[in-house]
């Protein structure tokens, strides 16, 4: 480890907020800096899928998907315990940000997740919340 002498001057206070030393390995420091998404990526990822995540309802809906695969919209609100209206203006904020697909048949619409990855993810949100309980 490359030890910088930028130590910070401490006034007999400290806070544990706050770093002794400012730069413990810089190098390292800018690898991680240059591999970080671009910022408009990450303000998707806050605002799009964890904001969509964020929500209750919404993620009863994507969690009856996870479970019961394609589903319409009738079924969809019974499983998640939600009103019909509700369910749809749910579905389609799912939708526009591509979290769910939806299928077409008459006048029928089925949902399902959109691809593997929201499965992906839904899952290790899952075993990561049952395995800190």
């Known amino acids: ?24 390995d810089p190098a390292r420091v800018d690898t991680v800096k240059a591999s970080l998404p671009a910022a408009e990526v ?3 990822l806050a605002d799009g899928v964890f904001g969509l995540l964020a929500d209750a309802n919404r ?3 994507l969690m009856s998907l996870l479970e019961g695969g394609e589903l319409c919209v009738c ?3 019974a499983s998640a315990g939600m009103g019909e209206s509700a369910t749809s203006h749910a579905l389609r904020l799912l939708r526009a940000h591509r979290v769910v697909k939806v299928r077409r048949a008459g006048r029928m619409a089925y ?23």
């Open 1 to 24: 480890m490359n030890m910088r002498s930028d130590v910070k001057a401490s006034a007999g206070t400290s806070s544990l907020d706050e770093c002794e030393v400012r730069l413990v």
């Open 42 to 44: 990450v303000d998707e």
């Open 59 to 61: 993620l009863r809906l």
């Open 75 to 77: 079924d969809l609100a």
């Open 111 to 133: 949902y399902s997740l959109c691809d593997g990855h929201v499965r992906l993810l839904l899952d290790v949100a899952l075993e990561h919340v049952r395995h800190a309980s």
